[in-house]
């Protein structure tokens, strides 16, 4: 397993297109966390799954974003009619269920720039 | 609701020496407390955590972490710093009964100076 994996690392586009960001965790993990980044700043929650339940969401996370989690496997953050405000790193997470909490491994991130 | 403050945006300490980053915590109920790390250009990295038990903590690379419940603090602590610690250090709380979002500081840039 080489970990949590984000496509793509890079993605520019303009004002007003929609974008979608994929996350493949690692395949035991059953937990899967997205986050967001922007420069200075701590990572913001956004959204959790357990499976493929979506048990939480931020109330960053307007209607413009939606994430998805079929089958419990990979993930995927879709941002509709992007602003300029959502340029950051968009981080995904995964984690192991249990009695007790075994930390986050991250992926590298997709870096979103809207122009 | 739970929140991390990290009071120091930098922290500058001569390789060699010990260092401490300062993190203090709020939440209404027990805390799981974390400790990660960032490199330029890298993702985020787990060091330590603190659930329960002793409240010195050892993780990663020879960091550790002291839980303090009357001051609410869980400060990362290494003996001797090297200059590869240089990176962005972030502290993260989860509430042990508020669901399983994890919520994290604003980070603390480390430089460790030759």
């Known amino acids: 397993d080489t970990g949590v994996s984000q496509n793509p690392r890079h993605k520019i586009t303009k004002r007003g297109q929609n974008v979608t960001f994929r996350c493949d965790p690692i395949s035991e993990h059953n937990r899967l966390y997205w986050y967001r980044q922007t420069l200075g700043q701590g990572p913001e929650f956004l959204t959790y799954f357990q499976n493929e339940a979506q048990l939480e969401k931020s109330r960053l996370l307007s209607d413009r974003f939606s994430a998805e989690r079929p089958k419990g496997s990979f993930s995927t953050l879709e941002i509709q009619r992007t602003e300029q405000g959502d340029s950051a790193m968009y981080l995904c997470a995964s984690s192991l269920a249990g009695g007790a909490d075994y930390g986050y491994t991250f992926g590298s991130g997709t870096r979103l720039t809207v122009v | 609701a739970q929140s991390v403050a990290q009071p120091e945006d930098q922290v500058n300490v001569a390789e060699g020496n010990p260092l401490t980053v300062k993190c203090t915590y709020s939440v209404s109920g027990n805390p799981y407390l974390f400790w990660y790390v960032q490199y330029p250009n890298r993702g985020l990295q787990f060091l330590l955590k603190?659930?329960?038990?002793?409240?010195l903590v050892k993780g990663s690379y020879g960091f550790e972490a002291e839980f303090n419940k009357s001051q609410t603090s869980f400060h990362l602590k290494k003996p001797s710093a090297l200059v590869s610690d240089s990176a962005l250090y972030f502290c993260a709380v989860r509430e042990l009964l508020g669901g399983f979002k994890t919520i994290f500081g604003a980070g603390t840039r480390l430089f460790v100076k030759a």
């Open positions: 603190y659930i329960t038990g002793d409240n």
